[in-house]
């Protein structure tokens, strides 16, 4: 992968790093079914041109719109909001690098290699080690919800790499076009005071909507989406495992969380395990780089 491609990977992580904090700090003020309803309105808005009919593409983009999108994100922001350990959940959120190696492997046939299972296995234990914390199996309840939210995106992961036809643009406007009715049908059934809250919105509110709305889901989602289409997942992924290091660092910086050695020692063992995948994949490249220069 081109260096350029990779610190665009790396900037699409610190972005989702960031976010976990600003996904919090504005839950303060929005409840989260409502949060997302604006979210997703604000990136149809933005992307209405490329709001167009697909023939032969509408039901992947009403799958993958549910799968990235509605019920995904209403997941996690259940999950941001029942949680008090930002940096905690990030490490959980990258069980998509693991689950979606899986996934590859039964319906892209991205074969897996003992190195990448083995990768896998390092990557769960170290998630089992933060979420046997104390304070963090107090809120198992969360725990569950972003774990479930990690297997949709996986999915929607999966049925992206079959949708290379559709511009990015495309997919990113029929996936808020999907998600709107979703968050819009929860907030009106499971929440209360939405013309007050977003009455009572102050700047700080305002900037968390639009950092999710644009950054995040626009560019972020929106740049992991074209590097899908591109590479693949193996190769993808793994860069994800940076996520949580910024995730850890604005939770740190903007919510006062205090690291544990546990979590620390169950993030460095997710992270190795995450690394183990990724040095694998880079190491079978460059071999076959060597014998491709050998052979001319």
Known sequence: MPIRFALFALFVCFIWGVNFAVMKIGLEQLDPYLFGLIRFAIVLVCLLPWLKIL????????VLGN???????????LGMDLTNHVSAMSVVVQM???ITLILAHFFL???????????????FIGVLIITLEPAILEEGSAVLVILAATILYSLGVILMRKMTAIPVFQTQAWVSFYSVPVFLLMTLIFEENHISQIENLDIVGISMVLYTSILSTIVGYGGMNYLLRRYPVTLISPSMVSVPVFATISAVI?????ITLKFIAGAAVTLSGLGI???RDWQLKRRSKVIANEGC
Do not use: C, T
């Open 254 to 258: 903007f919510l006062d969380e205090v």
């Open 67 to 77: 799968f990235i999108g509605g019920f995904q994100f209403a997941l996690v922001f």
């Open 277 to 279: 995948i990724h040095y």
């Open 109 to 123: 046939s991205e074969k897996m290699s003992y190195w990448r299972s083995g990768g896998v296995v390092v990557s």
């Open 55 to 62: 023939p032969g593409s509408m039901f992947k983009l009403f």
């Open 96 to 98: 998509n690098i693991p």
